[in-house]
């Protein structure tokens, strides 16, 4: 063998053993890698599964609040209906009462006042049940009018109420 083959030889011999040392590093970096990978997928699927009932906690929590919200404002809702009914079957026993002239509506007169033309004494007649001065009974139809008046107003202010209580819970 010549010098030039021996050292062709000994440069091919050392290009195999570094790229053979190479491979191995790659092997060992390949494991070591593959190792933080699995530990990183671990704590991944931790991580994950922390997220996920965190989530579910906050949408349990979320839900027994809409549930909470709801029965409040069912209550508000029957509340409401009740105080309604209650205020329309007031309304009608009025009105039956002054259909069959059970109940009369009066209006209290001012005495002072000269320019109706109509003077009224200030003082009560001795026979008068009537407390206070001057009345005058209203007619059973305006007086029927009057009463649908303050029924649309009870109902109104009703309504009123329950919207009010209906923007209090839901913004509590």
Do not use: F
């Amino acid at each position: 063998m010549t010098p030039t083959q021996k050292l062709i030889g000994l440069l091919a011999l050392i290009l195999v053993l570094t790229a053979g040392a190479a491979a191995g590093a790659w092997k060992v970096q390949d494991w070591r890698y593959g190792k933080q990978l699995a530990e990183q997928v671990i704590l991944h699927k931790d991580d994950l599964a922390a997220i996920s009932s965190a989530a579910a906690a906050q949408v349990r929590t979320d839900q027994e609040k809409r549930r909470a919200l709801e029965l409040r404002l069912s209550a508000s809702e029957e509340t409401h209906h009740k105080e309604l009914t209650d205020a329309q079957a007031n309304q009608a026993r009025l009105r039956d009462r002054l259909a069959t002239s059970d109940l009369r509506l009066s209006v209290l007169l001012d005495s002072a006042d000269t320019a109706s033309g109509c003077v009224v004494p200030t003082v009560a007649v001795a026979g008068s049940v009537v407390h206070g001065g001057a009345r005058a009974r209203l007619d059973p139809a305006h007086a029927q009018r009057i009463v649908a008046i303050t029924d649309a107003g009870d109902q109104g202010l009703i309504a009123l109420r329950a919207c009010q209580t209906y923007v209090r819970e839901l913004s509590r």
